[in-house]
């Protein structure tokens, strides 16, 4: 059964640091992963996809890598900004038992001060 | 195209009544997928739907709980008799595998509230 999981669950940080959120799942063999914004109250605003075959996607001062064989994904911010405050989720579609079902991790919740 | 549609943006209902949850989803996107989220479980797929067809409902919760896809256009999930624990914020998304990938949309919410 696939688990994706997020490090770390809350984040509070000055305006202009560079942040990196973690996100990990137990089985390598996915099609795709994708990062995802979610606002207080709101629906998930797509971020960033990455195909298995990539190791990264960019957008913005948002960079996102992929190491499948490790299981794991990173989500770079730089600079980061007030508004950049959300809660960040990542999920993988695919694994040896589930196809295409998006499975979610519990996300990271950014605060970024002024 | 104005992106996955979801209604009524906020129920709030008795216990026992029938809710129905209605999405539209993006054109031409031949999967949708029904998530429940809450703050103890976080996002829960329900069930999910390739071309109008429901393809895992291993997540729906109990017999309480029913989704139709009649077209590429509409899908309902209906929760009969509701309870107080079905309070949650319900997500339906969509995606396209045509494009090479199967990025993934998401509706705003229907935000359920069972007194």
């Known amino acids: 059964k696939q688990e994706v999981t997020q490090i770390p669950a809350a984040l509070s940080v000055p305006e202009g640091e560079n942040l990196v959120l973690n996100c990990s799942f137990t089985?390598?063999?996915?099609?795709?992963l994708q990062w995802f914004r979610q606002d207080p109250g709101k629906g998930l605003t797509s971020l960033l996809l990455?195909?298995?075959?990539?190791r990264e996607q960019t957008s913005g001062r948002l960079n996102a890598s992929l190491d499948k064989s490790s299981g794991r994904s990173t989500l770079y911010i730089a600079a980061s900004q007030p508004g950049d405050s959300a809660t960040y989720l990542c999920?993988?579609?695919?694994?040896?038992?589930?196809?295409?079902?998006?499975?979610f991790g519990t996300g990271t919740r950014l605060q970024v001060f002024p | 195209d104005a992106g996955v549609i979801q209604s009524p943006r906020h129920e709030v209902t008795e216990m026992g009544q029938e809710v129905t949850l209605r999405c539209k989803p993006i054109?031409?996107?031949?999967?949708l997928f029904w998530y429940r989220q809450t703050m103890m479980r976080g996002l829960e797929l329900l069930i999910y739907?390739?071309?109008?067809?429901?393809?895992?409902d291993s997540g729906m919760p109990e017999d309480r709980f029913s989704a139709k896809m009649p077209n590429a256009s509409f899908s309902t999930l209906k929760i009969q008799p509701s309870e107080p624990r079905d309070s949650a914020v319900y997500f339906c998304?969509?995606?396209?595998?045509?494009?090479?990938?199967?990025?993934?949309?998401f509706g705003q919410g229907t935000r359920l509230t069972v007194v």
């Open positions: 998304a969509s995606s396209s595998r045509d494009r090479g990938g199967t990025e993934a949309f």
């Open positions: 739907f390739n071309n109008n067809v429901p393809i895992d």
């Open positions: 999920a993988v579609e695919g694994g040896s038992y589930n196809t295409d079902k998006l499975i």
């Open positions: 990455i195909q298995s075959s990539q």
């Open positions: 089985d390598s063999a996915i099609y795709n």
């Open positions: 054109s031409g996107h031949d999967y």
